[in-house]
């Protein structure tokens, strides 16, 4: 039986009985892997090996590890996020990262990475790019899509730009609702399909759709479902031939408006290739081809059992090298140094992304890593919702500290009521006389909101609390603004 034009996702780290029975029919043409598919890279190897015996070696199999805050894989040597990439601005250096990430995913049985991220960041309010981004000018994101793409595809894995026909100028998240980008074709030409037409001319083997509503190119469709978007556009005047896949068809943008089935059909007739749905299998059952084909023969899905070899030290070097020049500065930083009392306000918890309702603790490990450098840290949680005035905590520390340092640690713009309490922490150290810092370790738009100087770090994974501690013990950070910020004052 020939595979059908669907890919969809899999329950847990293990195979139930159900899907193994419907993966052994060989009607599905790839899977989409998750967060709760994977324990460590050495039980996804597994679970994959059982997967492609199942379902054949002719699978894509697909995963969202971009770098930053959108990853599925935790144990292998992962990016840096897009932004802090831009912010470093060598394309040698997002190659060599992004070759670096492909040789992990190859290891494992991973096809496909649904990244780079090609959208131009050019909403400051934007939920659900930002740091995805490579930052806000087109040229720029263009080079290193394109460095991207050559990267992960010389170790074998497949590349996606996303979010076709470009997400950057949305402030709302298609996870969540239908955003509309009312830019003219015009614009959209010298703007969004910049990267996009760079990451095509480097030869990206996928592109995904974007579930927005573009008026000018047509006011009743999401782009997903537009034939003038997905055939019109992409391929015939960005002329790509390659393997184009929808965003996942559960989000509301989608969702709000048709079923999976009918969204699917809509996806195909519209000229995606794949159609990515969500569900149990009796959903994908009741969901019922030639670029496929040739996907699956340029990147076969082989995993060797999760062994990275002796490349993984120096993959892991690659990353941290890219993360530490990432890092960006404006103003003169705290300097501190070993035994310096540092009081420090963070959020306790945040949202980890916006598709989920999962919390992440950003702030704690740079806590921790201020703290194993000698520095002694006093933190303030503030907490999400409550008042978070912190001048009597300030005041009664009895000692007055060597440095405030405020960390923003939203994926979002930070809510009021903590802008009011980064404020007014500000406002305390500068009438004590002590130096103040504010460490945006995940969205850098929070420095328009909080005066003083800053330190923007994109994102807080891996050996982000590292580099940052290096910074305000007295290292330079190198990196250049990928964005425009108009700091706050």
Not at 437 to 451: F, Q
Request: net charge negative; glycine share 8%.
């Amino acid at each position: 039986m020939n595979k059908l034009p669907l890919m969809i996702d899999l329950s847990a780290p293990a195979l139930t009985t159900a899907e193994r029975e419907f993966l052994a029919e060989g009607r599905v043409a790839g899977i989409c892997l998750f967060g709760r598919n994977v324990i460590d890279r050495y039980q996804l190897a597994d679970y994959l090996a059982e997967v492609q015996q199942v379902a054949g070696d002719d699978l894509i199999v697909a995963v969202d590890q971009e770098g930053g805050g959108v990853l599925r894989l935790l144990d292998v040597p992962f990016p840096p996020p897009a932004m802090a990439l831009g912010a470093a601005d060598d394309v040698a250096l997002t190659e060599a990262v992004a070759a670096a990430t492909g040789r992990a995913l190859a290891a494992v049985g991973i096809n496909l990475d649904f990244a780079p991220v090609a959208d131009v960041n050019s909403n400051p309010l934007n939920p659900v790019i930002a740091d995805r981004s490579f930052g806000a000018d087109p040229a720029l994101v263009a080079r290193h899509v394109a460095a991207f793409v050559r990267g992960l595809q010389s170790a074998g894995v497949g590349a996606t730009l996303k979010h076709f026909p470009g997400h950057g100028d949305t402030n709302l998240d298609s996870h969540l609702a239908l955003p509309v980008v009312d830019r003219s074709l015009t614009e959209l030409r010298a703007t969004e399909f910049v990267p996009f037409r760079a990451g095509i001319a480097a030869g990206a083997a996928a592109v995904m759709s974007a579930h927005i509503v573009l008026p000018s190119l047509d006011t009743d469709l999401p782009a997903t479902l537009s034939r003038r978007a997905m055939y019109g556009l992409l391929r015939n005047e960005l002329g790509f031939d390659g393997l184009s896949v929808t965003d996942a068809l559960d989000m509301q943008a989608i969702a709000q408006r048709y079923d999976a089935g009918r969204a699917s059909v809509m996806a195909l007739a519209a000229g995606v290739d794949l159609p990515l749905t969500l569900g149990p299998i009796e959903q994908h059952r009741a969901t019922v081809t030639g670029r496929i084909a040739a996907f699956v023969s340029a990147y076969p899905a082989s995993p060797s059992g999760g062994n990275l070899g002796p490349v993984e030290v120096a993959d892991r070097a690659t990353m941290a090298t890219a993360t530490k020049r990432g890092l960006v500065s404006i103003g003169a930083l705290p300097r501190l140094r070993p035994g310096d009392r540092v009081a420090l306000l963070a959020m306790s918890a945040v949202r980890a992304n916006a598709a989920s309702q999962l919390s992440a603790r950003p702030a704690d490990a740079l806590v921790d890593e201020l703290t194993r450098r000698g520095a002694q840290v006093l933190r303030h949680d503030l907490v999400w919702g409550e008042a978070n005035d912190p001048t009597p905590w300030l005041g009664g520390l009895g000692l007055v500290p060597d440095a405030v340092i405020y960390v923003s640690t939203s994926r979002t713009r930070v809510a009021p009521g903590e802008v009011a309490a980064a404020r007014a922490a500000a406002a305390w150290a500068r009438h004590a006389g002590v130096p103040f810092g504010h460490v945006a370790l995940w969205n850098p738009y929070s420095t328009e909101l909080v005066p003083g100087p800053a330190l923007l770090a994109f994102g807080y994974r891996g050996t982000a609390a590292a580099a940052v501690t290096d910074v305000l013990f007295g290292e330079a950070a190198t990196g250049t603004l990928p964005v425009p910020l108009r700091p706050a004052s």
